[in-house]
């Protein structure tokens, strides 16, 4: 019998990310309705991260640079050490180009246990590229010896919040090939509210890498789009790259799922089941700026493959408050 997972899985938690250790626990991390903190939780099942007690490992600075909207953490272990990628600012106020000014940076821990202690994490600093412009919600991957990094950032000579970015890296917090841009907003579904490509996730199966990523303003418009390249292309070549003209998983008044966005995946507790995590609100009707109303909640949903191996991620699960 399959698994029945409680959705939400965890409330007022955006961006999230779950990451299955070999140690065999389930990692998660996510924006925190404050946006001041990062946090990690931990529990040997899914849900049990909906009863895990989340641990403090690094905190906003007092000024400067990463001291505002800290946003979308993603922890990673490579090599045998922890990485913690997300974005920061130093000012809650907008640019002249009437966005915000954040940029992407890195925490290490080379302790066993990523949750020990705040002292375990060091800062790596800032994760430059070539353009000094908003970006954020930076993932990466390995495949063939080579790490890449994959994220969205403003170019100021396309229209937009975001587009999406691929290099490869010289170590976990620096790049080392020029950034290649995969994908620009530019389909009706991508420019609702605002024009954005943004949070990408990268999944790697059936000899192919899919990357879903999210897409317009953060409200019930929220959508995910996918890029397929195959595993022995050059990921670095956008032209490897195709994208899906069409959302691949939206919004379904049905149920009152609405916004769901900045996923990533993790696998069921037995290894045999890919599971997509998300976010997404159940109402409509936001007071004021859809970034500080709180609940985006944390979903889990298992998916399934088509007869050509590209996954089919469905509608939202609708709320079962187990």
Request: glycine share 6%; net charge negative; proline share 5%.
């Given at each position: 019998m399959a698994e029945t997972y409680i959705n939400p899985l965890i409330i007022q938690r955006a961006d999230p990310y779950i990451y299955k250790h070999t140690d065999g626990y389930y990692y998660f991390t996510a924006s925190v309705p404050a946006y001041n903190l990062i946090e990690i939780r931990r529990a040997k099942t899914l849900n049990g991260l909906a009863h895990a007690a989340p641990r403090t490992v690094w905190r906003k600075h007092e000024s400067g640079a990463m001291s505002k909207?800290?946003?979308?953490?993603?922890?990673?272990?490579?090599?045998?050490?922890?990485?913690?990628?997300?974005?920061?600012?130093?000012?809650?106020?907008?640019?002249?180009?009437?966005?915000?000014?954040?940029?992407?940076?890195?925490?290490?821990?080379?302790?066993?246990?990523?949750?020990?202690?705040?002292?375990?994490?060091?800062?790596?600093?800032?994760?430059?590229?070539?353009?000094?412009?908003?970006?954020?919600?930076?993932?990466?991957?390995?495949?063939?010896?080579?790490?890449?990094?994959?994220?969205?950032?403003?170019?100021?000579?396309?229209?937009?919040?975001?587009?999406?970015?691929?290099?490869?890296?010289?170590?976990?917090?620096?790049?080392?090939?020029?950034?290649?841009?995969?994908?620009?907003?530019?389909?009706?579904?991508?420019?609702?509210?605002?024009?954005?490509?943004?949070?990408?996730?990268?999944?790697?199966?059936?000899?192919?890498?899919?990357?879903t990523y999210s897409a317009s303003a953060t409200d019930e418009n929220y959508a995910m789009g996918m890029l397929t390249a195959a595993d022995d292309s050059d990921l670095l070549d956008p032209a490897s790259w195709q994208k899906s003209p069409k959302p691949v998983f939206q919004s379904d008044l049905s149920t009152n799922q609405l916004g769901p966005g900045h996923n990533?995946?993790?696998?069921?507790?037995?290894?045999?089941?890919?599971?997509?995590?998300?976010?997404?609100?159940?109402?409509?009707?936001?007071?004021?700026?859809?970034?500080?109303?709180?609940?985006r909640h944390t979903l889990v949903k298992p998916f399934s493959y088509d007869d050509n191996g590209y996954p089919v991620f469905g509608t939202p699960v609708p709320y079962n408050y187990l």
């Open positions: 909207l800290i946003w979308a953490p993603e922890l990673h272990f490579i090599d045998g050490h922890w990485f913690i990628y997300f974005a920061a600012t130093d000012t809650e106020e907008l640019d002249e180009l009437g966005m915000f000014t954040h940029r992407m940076y890195c925490i290490e821990c080379d302790a066993e246990d990523p949750m020990a202690s705040e002292d375990n994490w060091v800062e790596r600093g800032q994760v430059k590229t070539d353009k000094d412009t908003f970006s954020l919600d930076a993932t990466t991957f390995e495949h063939n010896g080579k790490r890449y990094y994959v994220w969205a950032q403003k170019d100021k000579a396309i229209k937009g919040n975001s587009n999406l970015y691929i290099a490869e890296m010289a170590n976990p917090w620096t790049l080392k090939t020029k950034p290649v841009m995969l994908s620009k907003p530019e389909f009706d579904w991508e420019i609702k509210g605002f024009w954005v490509n943004e949070g990408p996730a990268v999944l790697h199966r059936n000899h192919k890498f899919f990357m990533s995946f993790t696998v069921s507790e037995d290894g045999q089941q890919d599971i997509m995590v998300y976010h997404c609100r159940n109402y409509s009707d936001i007071k004021g700026d859809p970034l500080y109303d709180p609940n």
